[in-house]
């Protein structure tokens, strides 16, 4: 059984078992797709939109592979190897400390908070989650923002 949901301007869809999708019918409001999204979401089962969808995530993954490439240029500033970084449009980076190069949940807040408010770089600090301590989550873009988002992540590792 499978149920549609749309949040904003996504749509998604979940896949479970009968009971879990009669919960979820319950809940979601009774016309709970646009009729803008619909014509969207057809549209993007056509031919040309699978096509479309084929290409994007060709770019995805070479953009993904240059990031990853690129973050290794910075182990020697206090990165770990990327977890888990073969099938999202995110790359998890450990940030380590000084020491023992082990994953250091104050120093990659710090790292998150500098790029934030003070290089204009937008990552995501995750060192609150289940097996995700002292990790940044940075989000696969495109060749200009890689090269910036580099860039700026070597100054502030240099200053933290």
């Given at each position: ?64 592979g240059t990031l990853v490439r690129a973050l290794a240029t910075l182990a ?23 020491e023992g190069g082990k994953p250091d949940n104050v120093r990659a807040q ?51």
């Open positions: 059984m499978v149920v549609l949901t749309q949040l904003c301007c996504r749509l998604g869809i979940a896949i479970a078992q009968p009971p879990l999708i009669q919960i979820l019918t319950n809940a979601k409001a009774p016309y709970n797709i646009s009729t803008p999204t619909a014509h969207l979401a057809l549209a993007s089962l056509t031919p040309s939109g699978v096509q479309n969808m084929r290409a994007k995530i060709g770019t995805l993954i070479d953009s993904r020697p500033l206090g990165l770990g190897r990327p977890i888990g970084a073969g099938d999202a449009n995110f790359v998890l980076i450990p940030v380590l400390d000084g710090q790292v998150y908070r500098i790029l934030a408010e003070e290089k204009g770089v937008v990552v995501r600090f995750r060192g609150g989650e289940a097996g995700c301590f002292g990790c940044l989550r940075i989000t696969v873009g495109s060749s200009r923002e890689i090269e910036t988002m580099i860039e700026k992540l070597r100054e502030v590792l240099t200053l933290v």
